[in-house]
């Protein structure tokens, strides 16, 4: 018997998110100290940018870590495949895809000169735009097929997308110059840049929404497990639910591709291990696993930028080195191979 609620796994995976999230404002790419006081007292001004740039960082990570998470638990639900993430659907590919355009074209004066820049950076903006596109193909394709199971059909279109936007970044390769296939290279491999507080709070109000839709819907996500057939016995409509929720993720998805690249492992790593260790209602399991990624999202961020200071290395190179190990263990122990 699953249960709803527990407060004593709460306040632990709380702990670890403030010792991590300690960690990541005390270790930075520097080697300032951030609670020294003589540089509190001799160089405020210092003080106050550094403190600045290492909380908005520990903001974005907890935040996309958190999404991924989330979207890697629901999607493995709604489409009962184990092995889904964030990025099975193709959104990802779109908004990495235009991401990459905008590497291309971010020499030309009237991109420079556009004044969303102020609210929001460029290429967060072509990546989100690129994000949405993946998804109008999403659902205009899958309108159009008749007759196949939602949790077959959605998967398979999202290889094709995949598959097209990967063919463009080629051609994009093709085109870029040096400098340019430096830049691109860095957000395909998933980069956690420094970003102000402006895109921070644009993240935070977009994804409110889609966070309460899903929690509100949670106790439904474990009937879709058992097929739509019962789904509709116990009174879901499943194909709305499904569509739905996968609106909502693909929603979440596009602001942390936007900001962070494709960032791999936390949504397929992060659901499986909480379903491991613990046996909660879906409405709690969400609620942990979004801070299970926001924790290892985090500490990623802070090893990318101390370990070899002052170089920041990619964070998708440190969730990679992470997850796929422990996604084997899992697999392996689990069918005994």
């Known amino acids: 018997m699953k249960k ?21 404002i005390y270790f930075g790419s520097t080697d300032i100290n951030i609670f020294s006081s003589n540089l509190i007292q001799t160089n405020n001004d210092l003080y106050l940018k550094i403190l600045e740039l290492r909380m908005n960082g520990l903001i974005q990570a907890a935040i996309i870590g958190a999404i991924l998470a989330l979207c890697g638990y629901i999607l ?23 991401a990459s355009l905008f590497f291309i074209f971010n020499s030309l ?26 998804f109008i193909i999403l659902i205009l394709a899958r309108k159009n097929i008749k007759n196949l199971n939602d949790d077959y059909i959605f998967p398979v279109i999202g290889i094709i997308i995949n ?36 895109p921070l709070l644009f993240i935070v109000t977009l994804s409110i ?72 209602s879906s409405y709690f399991e969400i609620i942990i696993c979004m801070i299970l990624g926001a924790i290892v999202l985090v500490n990623a961020d802070t090893l990318s930028r101390s370990l070899f200071s002052p170089a920041q290395l990619s964070v998708g190179i440190f969730t990679a080195i992470l997850g796929a190990p422990m996604l084997s263990f899992i697999l392996l122990n689990r069918h005994k191979i």
Do not use: W
């Open 209 to 280: 929404y889609p966070i309460y839709y899903i929690l509100k819907k949670s106790k439904f996500y474990d009937y879709m497990l058992f097929g739509d057939d019962f789904a509709k016995s116990m009174g879901i409509n499943p194909v709305k639910l499904r569509n739905n929720s996968i609106l909502m993720i693909c929603i979440l998805i596009s602001l942390a591709v936007s900001t962070s690249g494709i960032i791999a492992f936390i949504g397929l790593i992060i659901p499986h291990i909480i379903r491991k260790i613990h046996r909660f």
């Open 76 to 98: 493995q639900k709604l489409l009962r495949n184990p092995l889904a993430d964030p990025f099975i659907l193709g959104i990802s590919s779109g908004g990495s895809c235009f």
């Open 163 to 198: 598959s097209f936007f990967s063919s463009i970044l080629m051609l994009i390769f093709s085109l870029a110059k040096p400098e340019q296939l430096s830049e691109i290279h860095n957000f395909l491999m998933g980069s956690l840049q420094p970003i102000s507080i402006y």
């Open 109 to 134: 004066p009237i991109i420079s000169s556009l004044p969303l820049t102020i609210l929001f950076p460029i290429q967060s903006i072509f990546a989100f735009i690129g994000c949405m596109f993946s």
């Open 4 to 24: 709803d609620f527990s407060f004593k796994i709460f306040i632990i995976y709380i702990l670890i998110f403030l010792v991590s999230s300690f960690l990541s």
